[in-house]
């Protein structure tokens, strides 16, 4: 059974910078899509970063230049590196994993979502 964990969100003030990590268990990472989402209060989840097998990425118009996705194959993990964080960021960030298309919102394996808060 696929499970996904994700840590490093926290509280950062405006123009500051997180990384988040998920690490997958339970499956082979290197042949998953790796895709992070958010979901802000009252607003529905949204797609912000993916990364595949093949190392190709996809972000967001809204994370475009701000964010990177990458992934550690040795270490099950992939990584979203946030710069110049803004109030409209703050939201619960969740990993997902799947043989999917990047953009997809069907990946079939989620984390439990990690908070990002980002003050003015």
């Known amino acids: 059974q696929v499970q996904l964990v994700e840590s490093g969100g926290g509280l950062v003030q405006v123009g500051g910078s997180l990384r988040l990590s998920c690490v997958l268990s339970g499956r082979t990472f290197s042949m998953y899509t790796m895709g992070w989402f958010r979901q802000a209060p009252g607003k529905e989840r949204e797609f912000v970063a993916a990364i595949n097998w093949k190392f190709s990425t996809s972000y967001s118009d809204s994370v475009k230049g701000r964010f990177t996705i990458s992934r550690d194959n040795a270490k099950n993990t992939v990584y979203l590196q946030m710069n110049n964080l803004t109030p409209e960021d703050t939201a619960v960030h969740y990993c997902?994993?799947?043989?999917?298309?990047?953009?997809?919102?069907?990946?079939?394996?989620w984390g439990q979502g990690t908070q990002v808060t980002v003050s003015s």
């Open positions: 997902a994993a799947g043989m999917v298309n990047m953009k997809s919102y069907d990946y079939p394996y």
